[in-house]
């Protein structure tokens, strides 16, 4: 269907944008362009939940627009859509799909029949012989909901998108290849955080905050005279009411009793300066969450640093975001302007601005992901061999009446041999779901022989690391923040109540057969002072008031390790063979295996070189605590 007209559509919460243009071109032509406000509780987190208002809402923009095309692309954003970089041997394209069903309940800790997978190649690594991929999941119901909206509206879906793809097919022609981009897409409910270079993407999250929420506080400040959340919006793109700097000075205690008693003049500026204050703080949820992916590319990839930060979706529009962003993040930041070599029929009045609104549906239609579950592609099928069986037995009746003016005879000949290759069709059509059945399951064998010992590698060790792990280590003040996994090497980010625990840790990881090697950084000692009568928190203040009696401490810090090589491949495979489950069969050939550098003890050494170090200890307060777990279950959801 390449080179064919499609409408590519975006259901967001608040916002719908369609766009009919070409299908699968690297530089497509868009020949309409249409957005309208989505009705109240029609979307819940990309789950279509009222069909019936939705559809009466998207027929009215359709013929207003006079767009009739019916075969849709449709982007998906929500959070139940799960997402993983793997890296697999390098196989032809056709039996990458194999690779990925076959392993797919490895990829991902859920019911993965609740689930429909499908992938996207983000690199081939030509000199290694490995495909890396994003890996991702939607949940059945999902899918399901687009189907049923489809049923409703008389779509044909050509395919379903993940935000997260058309995304990057845009950015990887916005952006260039000069260097390193941080790219930051805030969108309606969420904000899509990309680090790439070129065609190279190199880390991709997703955070729980979108331009909702400071739009909301904008609403609700009382300072601004606002009725409405599009009000609201139009003075956030139109006037700078967020500040340069989240700590910059504000008003004090007397300035705000000022404000509460009064309603002079003076009063009312201070009233602005509160609600600045407030609206710029909706976005530190945001900024530290993209400051904390930062740090974790650059820990992962030293030699590469960030360049430059984009800024693009919706959120891009507020006045003065940029110049907060740079100055919380030291880094250049450019705000995106156009779409770049996508054409624009001369009738779709739109600036260039507002057409990076339609980042999305646009970059759904170049290279969507194949998110169509295995029961609708032979649906498609069929319509497809049933039009065909149409057109051919339209061309025998155009045939047979031609013949009927030539000649009676000649037409009962034509009659014969129409009713003959009827016959015949409705013969084969029995037998050609079996002969399809047949090819797929053959397939999936072959796939599952060829493949299989090829596929399994160090990463297949994470099952019995995180068994024994929680066996050993999850206990009382010990938690997990962050788990981050690629091919044979592991990230933990780990707290615990205090030094000693923090040695027993890495002593113990250091001792499991399942890791070859551990390396720790990024020790941070937290502290806490608790006012037990008042039950108030004090946080790094030193006081000689007797009521404080309980000081607390944490030490978070991170592990990176490197599982062992030593992986009984064939033992595995034998076991599977004689009817083992693959977890099963993982830990019984594994279970002789011994770490010989298990008994290297450097960590005493190493966190007092951290400690005494300023610059890498930090006593923080409770409300950075809560923001880092904040951030840390935001990554938890993604990985």
């Known amino acids: 269907m390449a080179g064919r007209k499609v409408l590519s559509i975006e259901i967001g919460v608040q916002t719908t944008r369609m766009v009919e243009i070409d299908y699968k071109k690297a530089k497509p032509h868009v020949y309409n362009c249409v957005s309208f406000e989505t009705p109240d509780g029609a979307v819940e987190d990309g789950f279509i939940r009222n069909r019936e208002i939705l559809s009466v809402a998207m027929k009215e923009a359709m013929v207003n627009s006079g767009i009739r095309n019916t075969n849709v692309v449709f982007t998906m954003s929500s959070t139940k859509i799960a997402n993983r970089e793997v890296v697999i041997p390098l196989v032809p394209d056709n039996k990458i799909k194999g690779v990925v069903d076959s392993n797919a309940k490895e990829y991902f800790p859920v019911d993965i029949d609740q689930y429909v997978v499908t992938y996207s190649i983000l690199e081939r690594l030509k000199a290694e012989k490995n495909l890396r991929l994003l890996v991702l999941a939607a949940p059945n119901q999902l899918i399901e909901s687009y189907y049923e909206f489809a049923r409703m509206m008389s779509f044909d879906i050509v395919a379903l998108d993940y935000v997260g793809n058309s995304s990057l097919q845009i950015l990887k022609s916005q952006i260039?290849?000069?260097?390193?981009?941080?790219?930051?897409?805030?969108?309606?409910?969420?904000?899509?955080?990309?680090?790439?270079?070129?065609?190279?993407?190199?880390?991709q999250r997703t955070v729980p905050y979108g331009t909702a929420a400071i739009v909301d506080a904008t609403l609700n400040s009382g300072a601004f005279e606002?009725?409405?959340?599009?009000?609201?919006?139009?003075?956030?793109?139109?006037?700078?009411?967020?500040?340069?700097?989240?700590?910059?000075?504000?008003?004090?205690?007397?300035?705000?009793?000022?404000?509460?008693?009064?309603?002079?003049?003076?009063?009312?500026?201070?009233?602005?300066?509160?609600?600045?204050e407030d609206i710029t703080d909706t976005l530190s949820y945001l900024i530290n969450?993209?400051?904390?992916?930062?740090?974790?590319?650059?820990?992962?990839?030293?030699?590469?640093?960030?360049?430059?930060?984009?800024?693009?979706?919706?959120?891009?529009?507020?006045?003065?975001?940029?110049?907060?962003?740079?100055?919380?993040m030291f880094i250049e930041v450019e705000t995106m302007d156009n779409l770049y070599g996508i054409e624009f029929e001369r009738a779709v009045m739109i600036d260039n601005a507002d057409k990076c609104l339609y980042m999305s549906v646009v970059g759904a239609a170049i290279a969507p992901v194949d998110f169509i579950p295995q029961e609708h592609q032979i649906i498609a099928k069929k319509k497809n061999n049933n039009k065909q069986m149409m057109t051919a037995f339209a061309a025998c009746v155009g045939i047979s009446l031609l013949f009927v003016i030539v000649g009676c005879g000649r037409y009962i000949i034509l009659k014969s041999e129409k009713s003959n290759k009827e016959t015949q069709a409705k013969e084969l059509e029995q037998y050609e779901n079996l002969y399809n059945q047949y090819n797929d399951v053959h397939a999936d064998l072959n796939n599952v022989k060829g493949l299989y010992t090829s596929t399994l590698n160090s990463a297949s060790m994470f099952n019995v690391f995180i068994t024994e792990f929680e066996q050993n280590f999850l206990a009382g003040s010990v938690k997990v923040n962050e788990i981050s996994l690629n091919d044979a090497t592991?990230?933990?980010?780990?707290?615990?109540?205090?030094?000693?625990?923090?040695?027993?840790?890495?002593?113990?990881?250091?001792?499991?057969?399942?890791?070859?090697?551990?390396?720790?950084?990024g020790f941070t000692k937290n502290t806490q002072t608790t006012d037990e009568d008042n039950k108030a928190t004090k946080d790094n203040k030193a006081t000689t008031d007797s009521a404080y009696i309980s000081d607390t401490s944490t030490i978070t810090f991170t592990v990176d390790l490197t599982f062992s090589t030593d992986f009984p491949y064939e033992k595995i495979a034998e076991l599977i063979s004689e009817g083992k489950d693959f977890n099963t069969a993982v830990y019984e050939a594994s279970k002789d295996l011994v770490n010989p550098d298990g008994k290297n003890n450097d960590f005493e050494k190493l966190y007092k070189e951290q400690v005494t170090d300023n610059s890498k200890v930090n006593n923080t307060t409770t409300n950075n605590d809560a923001n880092a777990n904040d951030a840390n279950a935001s990554d938890n959801n993604q990985n």
Not at 250 to 273: F, H, P
């Open 490 to 521: 592991c990230s933990v980010f780990i707290s615990c109540g205090n030094e000693e625990q923090a040695m027993a840790i890495i002593q113990g990881l250091k001792n499991m057969k399942t890791v070859k090697s551990v390396d720790s950084w």
């Open 289 to 328: 969450n993209v400051i904390r992916v930062i740090d974790y590319y650059t820990a992962k990839f030293p030699d590469n640093r960030i360049d430059k930060i984009n800024l693009c979706g919706p959120g891009s529009r507020i006045s003065g975001i940029d110049v907060l962003f740079r100055n919380e």
């Open 226 to 276: 606002l009725s409405d959340r599009k009000e609201a919006w139009d003075k956030l793109t139109s006037t700078t009411i967020i500040n340069a700097k989240l700590d910059e000075s504000g008003i004090d205690d007397a300035a705000l009793s000022y404000m509460e008693s009064n309603d002079d003049s003076y009063a009312q500026q201070l009233k602005v300066m509160k609600a600045k």
């Open 176 to 203: 260039g290849a000069s260097g390193t981009t941080l790219s930051v897409q805030l969108n309606e409910s969420n904000t899509l955080i990309n680090i790439s270079k070129g065609d190279a993407l190199f880390l």
